[in-house]
């Protein structure tokens, strides 16, 4: 294609844009929409952790699909948490697909980018949160919780944007561990809250010796994000061959192939859930807009002025200081010239 480039080695693009153990496969900056876009079919570090995440998207796309043509997702409000969860899914694999297509743009894209992603990594955590307590959980948790559950996933989506941004702005390269903390803090806590009605329910199996259908789903749900976390947190196997998986098989990729695995067992798990507890779960209060997809909208709203209000210190602070800086450096350039 007329449009794709050569892409560079590490040492070519500025150290905003690299990443551990990866050497080169970096496309260059400030080009048009249209080659990032292009790019999608071009050899490069970030192709295959979109293409994963667009896949996802399309399997996502599917499943909305099929859940449609056997429940009435729009008029049946017992139905309404399945639509508010799929829309965070399909929200979460548009922001992630599109952050790593798009964020060599531009260090002010970068940024922004990777901000909207953990938007979509909160508006997961309150998608799988309505899920689980519509549908997953025991009568007894859900009753102690319902009035309870939904503000708490609220207040944690919204904190881990705000904490996954803070973790991206606030600290350079090479970064501290405590930028890790807060990243993996706030998703642990809105995990923790997540899936507390599956684990609940699985303590509820051991004790009486009598598994479900869907409990061995959401145990592989479970394995699948646990396995996530270790490939995002450990570098592997990258770590070990620098270089060698810059294309294929960096850890990136396997993190994005473990979430695409946790969300389509999770939605086996609560295919099965509707299924064998439909009389448990509709003799239950009637779920309501805001309860669903309104608590979407709302947490969307919210993280989307997260994600302005840190773009525009970004504007202010790291984009401004480093063109002062590349101002600085072309001065002395032209002085050693002339």
Not at 44 to 52: A, K, M
Not at 107 to 135: P, R
Request: proline letters at 5%; a positive charge; one cysteine or more.
């Amino acid at each position: 294609m007329a449009l794709l480039k050569p892409t560079h080695f590490k040492h070519e693009v500025p150290v905003l844009f690299h990443e551990p153990h990866v050497e080169g496969g970096f496309r260059p900056l400030h080009q048009p929409w249209g080659y990032y876009l292009a790019s999608l079919f071009q050899r490069h570090n970030e192709c295959l952790n979109t293409w994963t995440h667009l896949i996802a998207l399309v399997m996502t796309l599917q499943r909305l699909y099929e859940f449609s043509q056997e429940f009435d997702l729009l008029y049946d409000p017992y139905m309404w948490p399945l639509l508010a969860g799929m829309i965070t899914m399909i929200l979460l694999y548009i922001g992630s697909s599109g952050a790593h297509c798009f964020q060599s743009r531009s260090e002010l894209v970068h940024y922004t980018c990777f901000m909207v992603d953990y938007a979509g990594i909160g508006l997961y955590g309150l998608g799988s949160t309505i899920l689980h307590y519509a549908y997953c959980s025991d009568p007894w948790l859900f009753s102690f919780m319902k009035h309870l559950y939904l503000p708490v996933a609220i207040f944690l989506s919204i904190l881990v944007c705000v904490c996954c941004s803070i973790s991206k702005t606030m600290y350079q390269r090479p970064y501290p561990f405590t930028r890790k903390v807060w990243q993996l803090a706030s998703v642990i806590l809105v995990y923790t809250w997540l899936i507390l009605p599956v684990v609940h329910r699985l303590l509820i199996c051991l004790e009486t010796s009598q598994w479900d259908n869907s409990i061995s789903h959401h145990l592989q749900q479970m394995v699948w994000f646990i396995t996530s976390g270790f490939f995002f947190g450990s570098d592997i196997p990258q770590r070990f061959y620098p270089g060698k998986f810059d294309f294929l098989g960096h850890s990136h990729q396997l993190f994005h192939f473990c979430v695409m695995m946790t969300s389509y067992k999770q939605l086996d798990s609560v295919l099965l859930d509707i299924k064998q507890f439909e009389n448990q779960i509709r003799a239950r209060p009637m779920p309501s807009f805001f309860s669903t997809t309104g608590a979407v909208v709302f947490v969307s709203f919210a993280n989307t002025l997260v994600v302005m209000a840190f773009r525009e210190y970004v504007k202010r602070s790291h984009v401004s200081s480093s063109k002062k800086q590349n101002g600085c450096q072309n001065g002395i350039k032209h002085d050693k010239n002339s």
